[in-house]
């Protein structure tokens, strides 16, 4: 049986501890930050990501762009140049154009390499919930799994990956094109923090508006704690934009109702971060079903 890897790219959102851990290739996503450009590495060696949050607190420009299809060719290439199957998880088809570029690529590459396999697989997930979402397929693959198991198993689990965010940066909302000047200044002044997922589709839908900071973390809690599959020992990640006390009395909040869960707490990377904004706070679980799009926030 041939070997095969786990690849993904950086929308994961993992820290390089994790990163070496689960012995996995991260291909980095390029985000450019007052017109200069810096590669989204895991361990932030470029810049980091604290400075990064601390920089587009003050209003500073940030963009970024999607790995083209030379980038994400360059990256595969070489495992089945060296004889490996390839599995690739990428970053969420409805907030990227990374999937489709990289169908293409791995086309083009079964071609070349016919005695190879190679996979695309759209997460639809986003942030530290396709960090979890790429941590339970490595898990599985660890535990023995095969290579067409796998496949099947990763298409199960992403409809099952629940992602909740509060936003609290509307500017950061507002320059991003995702609302109005207008809607941004009055939820400035009325102190109205969104709160949002993502879909099945993989798209970020907001669901809900809530009056205050203190509100809209205790309905992140509030969800999880109602979403979690309880009869599983799958942990929880929670990202945040810099903002690390939000994120453990978020923590707290969910460790009072559901105590048997561990937890991990990092940044949320540049990559979403540029478009989140500062104090970004997001919270991701397994649940038995990620659900249909919601309607007036239920």
């Known amino acids: 049986m041939s ?3 786990i690849l993904t790219d950086s929308a994961t959102d993992l820290p390089e501890k994790l990163v070496k851990e689960l012995e996995i290739q991260v291909v980095p996503i390029a985000y450019n930050l007052e017109g200069k450009e810096y590669k989204n590495l895991s361990d932030h060696s470029e810049y980091p990501v604290k400075d990064f949050y601390q920089t587009i607190s003050g209003g500073a420009k940030v963009s970024t762009s999607a790995l083209n299809p030379s980038e994400i060719r360059e990256f595969i290439e070489p495992f089945l140049k060296d004889g490996k199957d390839v599995i690739y998880l990428a970053f969420s088809s409805g907030l ?19 005695d190879r396999k190679a996979a695309v697989i759209d997460s639809r997930c986003a942030s530290l919930g396709f960090g979890l979402y790429v941590y339970l397929c490595v898990q599985k693959k660890k535990a023995g799994m095969k290579y067409d198991d796998l496949l099947t198993y990763a298409e199960e689990l992403k409809q099952r990956i629940c992602h909740e965010f509060t936003v609290d940066d509307l500017g950061q909302l507002k320059r991003g094109g995702r609302i109005s000047p207008a809607t941004a200044f009055f939820g400035s002044m009325l102190q109205i923090k969104p709160v949002l997922y993502v879909s099945p589709e993989g798209k970020l839908v907001p669901y809900a508006k809530v009056r205050g900071r203190n509100a809209s973390v205790k309905m992140l809690a509030d969800k999880i704690i109602a979403e979690a599959d309880k009869e599983n020992e799958t942990p929880i990640f929670i990202g945040h934009g810099d903002c690390i006390d939000d994120a453990e009395a978020l923590k707290d909040m969910i460790k009072k109702v559901l105590p048997e869960k561990t937890f991990m707490i990092d940044y949320i990377g540049p990559v979403i971060g540029a478009h989140s904004g500062y ?15 919601r309607e007036n926030g239920k």
């Open 96 to 114: 990227s154009c990374i999937y489709q570029n990289a169908c293409t690529v791995v086309r083009e590459l079964s071609e070349d390499y016919p």
């Open 3 to 5: 070997e095969y890897v």
């Open 279 to 293: 104090k970004t706070l997001a919270v991701f679980c397994v649940a038995k079903d990620r659900g249909a799009e």
